[in-house]
């Protein structure tokens, strides 16, 4: 007896020794980042909070490359769609993964709009439409960085007069701040010399399973808007602000993203699923709640908190399993959603939308914020 009494506590205290699963980050190589771009020097930037998130940010583009969350066991994984090195970034089949947009964000027909009596010629590289700021937008040029600290990265670009079609000399800051408070905030300030337009917006393909872990389908998602923007084939709004109530695009209760993707919509059918302005409720000009994701298998959840009158919901549907990503993993259709604060898709053409209209002595001010928790 005294031997088997023994033995228990030989096996516990072995057992007490064992040490808890590492939370393991996997974090980049600087040097896969380095390099000069348009004559400018590309780098590869680190944010990490207090509670153990790591966000990995590129100034190509202004890219968020990694973004590091536990699920309720403590594990990490990185839960953004990407590439490990900016070669791959520069040849990329997906040029938006988590990128900064502009000038516009989003659509604008024919790529053309008239501001006082002129009319500008943008370059039409989405069908006939213009699509993120042209050729080359925000997403593809090599901004200016400052580290302002651990938790927070400072962007800055001058885009010239008739950059990509549009007017005026735009001064734009970005900051991105990792907070305490478990936040990724994104705040865009804009100056003009010259009337323009403005929206910007961030580009991230996010999957909380973890990156090229599957389907996004299953996760819950809940959208605080009665409305949206329907669209025609070009997926350019129609004008119509119309009701989400009975239709699969009422996400106002949380459901699962895929729970109505099958139903027969006109709507779903342009967009491929998924990939519509919603118009959300504003309590005021100050930070707003927009929308909730949970994917209940792992427990991580994201809210979007932001200042702007819409944000666009994409599903992945244009995924396809030919992108190879991080880890070597292939991105299949609808394995990443994206929540894009924004103004309303083609607002220049529709004088029924919020103004993205930008005047000298104005100041262009946005902000969003993906705060992430664990359920």
């Known amino acids: 007896m005294k031997k088997v009494i023994h033995l228990i506590v030989v096996s516990l205290l072995l057992f007490s020794c064992v040490k808890p699963q590492e939370k393991t980050i996997k974090r980049i190589d600087k040097k896969n980042f380095e390099k000069i771009v348009d004559?400018?020097?590309?780098?590869l930037y680190v944010l990490e909070n207090d509670q153990g998130t790591v966000a990995e940010i590129t100034n190509y583009g202004g890219k968020v490359v990694s973004l590091w969350l536990p699920d309720k066991s403590g594990n990490y994984e990185d839960v953004v769609l990407g590439h490990e090195n900016i070669d791959d970034f520069l040849n990329a089949k997906e040029k938006y993964f988590g990128a900064l947009i502009g000038r516009y964000g989003n659509r604008i027909a024919h790529g053309k709009f008239t501001l006082d009596d002129k009319e500008y010629t943008l370059?039409?590289?989405?069908?006939?439409?213009?699509?993120?700021?042209?050729?080359k937008g925000f997403d593809a040029v090599v901004w200016d960085a400052k580290q302002v600290d651990a938790q927070t990265l400072e962007?800055?670009?001058l885009s010239k007069n008739g950059e990509e079609g549009y007017p005026g000399n735009l001064s734009v800051r970005v900051l991105y701040q990792l907070t305490d408070a478990n936040e990724l905030k994104i705040e865009y300030w804009a100056t003009t010399d010259q009337s323009t337009v403005v929206n910007l917006t961030h580009h991230s393909f996010f999957n909380l399973h973890g990156a090229g872990n599957g389907t996004i389908n299953d996760h819950l998602l809940q959208i605080q808007a009665a409305h949206y923007t329907p669209v025609d084939a070009g997926l350019i709004p129609t004008g119509e602000i119309a009701a989400v109530e009975g239709t699969p695009f009422d996400f106002q209760e949380s459901k699962p993203i895929g729970a109505e993707l099958e139903v027969k919509n006109q709507q779903l059918d342009y967009g491929l699923g998924y990939d519509h302005n919603f118009v959300l409720e504003q309590n005021g000009e100050g930070l707003n709640y927009a929308a909730k994701v949970v994917e209940p298998t792992s427990g991580r959840a994201m809210e979007v908190y932001t200042?702007?009158?819409?944000?666009?919901?994409?599903g992945g549907n244009f995924l396809d399993g030919s992108i190879v990503g991080k880890?070597?993993?292939a991105y299949e259709f609808r394995t990443a959603f994206c929540l894009e604060t924004q103004h309303f898709p083609d607002s220049p053409n529709q004088p029924d939308f919020p103004s993205?209209?930008?005047d000298p002595g104005e100041e262009y001010y946005s902000i969003c914020v993906y705060k992430f928790s664990v359920e």
């Open 39 to 43: 004559g400018k020097q590309v780098g």
């Open 123 to 135: 370059a039409t590289n989405n069908g006939a439409n213009s699509l993120h700021g042209g050729d």
């Open 155 to 157: 962007l800055t670009y």
């Open 307 to 314: 200042n702007e009158p819409g944000m666009q919901f994409y």
């Open 327 to 329: 880890e070597g993993k």
């Open 356 to 358: 993205t209209r930008l």
